[in-house]
């Protein structure tokens, strides 16, 4: 059945068992997001996608729309809360965007852009997250991951391997490989993976593609991350 | 006749940068012209001023923190400029010069003066004019109060144009989609 809720004032039509998030990109509305996919089932730990829902902060991700809900999104409060956990989100990996392969086309960057986020404000962990570079076609850099599982759960709930999980808790919370030495050379992953393919970030990175699309010339610099595809047609 | 309107002091530097911010801004080209109508430079690597004069009115700042001089220049800069920009990926999050961060000083130093090809029985040079390096390389804000951020590796001439320009204007300086980039 149909329903309608407001988000910032705009009428937002949706169907029962939708959530905020998918009935907005079915809107064309874009909600900042980084663990969210509209192919996976949602994990609701990045919060970027907070919204106020009846004045009450929310992951739009995981709550359901329900009729006449008034959604505030893009409200400097929202943003500057969605900007704080961006910047912890860079201070807590190593995010050196210049020398990134994944530079203009990564979402935690396009994020930022979108939060104005001038700088990471915080101190720097300056974290040791060593590479696995023992794949043949594929580099893993641990050093970018934002734990937003998408890698997790595509190798999990699409490709059927468990390649990936994440361990420990809190801030000591990092992506392992499922093998006996942790190295993805010794897993059955293969590029042809939905695994290989999700990552937001720079961690999942195929070998010897190295600048194929010239920087200034990619995705997120052609246009801002509120108005590309991906906000109503998926990754 | 009015009096000639007080031009704004401009004091730039860098810290452990490459220059390639100084690079950017000179490739403002022709407008460096208009630029020069508002503003006159201070301590910078294009008058060669060795220290701010205490009244300069912007300060620009390229490169983080890798020893012990960076740190006092950028105090001097903070001491004498109202206004305090962090200029470049470096500056900002310490950029290239931060990816040692996760090695050990003594191990870096070693293998730079000991245990490459060709540096057999080097010396760690320790001339006390020498700056003492830092553990790690740190991003300015860490620091000192920063006033802006001007994002980029480097900043485009026209992301440097903007912000000094809105700053003329009295704006609160902004970057929008095409003039930010972390890259």
């Known amino acids: 059945m149909s329903h309608t809720f407001t988000l910032d004032g705009k009428v937002v039509p949706f169907v029962d068992g939708q959530t905020i998030i998918q009935a907005a990109s079915a809107a064309g509305v874009f909600i900042p997001h980084l663990c969210y996919h509209p192919e996976f089932k949602p994990h609701g730990s990045c919060k970027l996608c907070t919204v106020k829902v009846n004045g009450r902060h929310t992951a739009s991700c995981t709550m359901r729309a329900a009729p006449g809900m008034v959604v505030e999104s893009e409200t400097e409060e929202i943003n500057a809360e969605r900007r704080a956990l961006t910047q912890m989100l860079f201070v807590e990996g190593n995010h050196f965007c210049p020398s990134c392969e994944k530079s203009g086309n990564c979402q935690l960057q396009a994020t930022a852009y979108h939060l104005g986020m001038m700088s990471a404000h915080y101190d720097h962990f300056f974290p040791n997250r060593p590479v696995d570079a023992s794949h043949p076609e594929v580099l893993l850099d641990f050093n970018r991951c934002i734990l937003c599982s998408l890698c997790v759960r595509a190798s999990r709930d699409v490709d059927g391997k468990n390649v990936f999980g994440l361990s420990g808790r809190g801030i000591k919370t990092h992506l392992i490989v499922n093998a006996k030495s942790g190295q993805l050379a010794d897993t059955d992953f293969t590029l042809a993976d939905k695994a290989a393919q999700v990552c937001p970030v720079g961690v999942i990175l195929k070998k010897r593609q190295g600048f194929a699309v010239p920087i200034g010339e990619r995705k997120y610099d052609k246009a801002p991350i509120s108005e590309t595809a991906e906000t109503t047609e998926g990754h | ?183």
């Open chain 2, 1 to 183: 006749m009015n009096a000639p309107k007080k031009k704004l002091k401009v004091a730039t530097t860098s810290l452990a940068g490459c220059f390639g911010c100084h690079m950017s801004f000179l490739d403002i080209d022709e407008r460096l012209f208009t630029l020069l109508e508002h503003i006159e430079f201070d301590r910078s690597p294009l008058t060669d001023i060795k220290t701010c004069s205490p009244d300069c009115d912007i300060g620009l700042i390229e490169g983080g923190l890798c020893n012990a001089e960076n740190v006092h220049v950028l105090r001097e800069f903070r001491k004498n400029c109202k206004i305090l920009i962090a200029m470049g990926a470096c500056a900002i999050n310490g950029g290239l010069p931060a990816q040692r961060n996760h090695l050990p000083l003594t191990t870096i130093l070693e293998e730079v003066y000991h245990t490459s090809p060709g540096l057999k029985n080097g010396m760690i040079p320790n001339d006390p004019e020498l700056p003492l390096p830092l553990n790690q390389v740190h991003p300015i804000h860490e620091v000192v109060k920063i006033d802006y951020f001007m994002p980029g590796c480097p900043p485009s001439a026209d992301a440097i144009w903007k912000v000094l320009t809105d700053l003329l204007a009295g704006k609160e300086p902004e970057l929008g989609h095409g003039l930010m980039h972390y890259d």
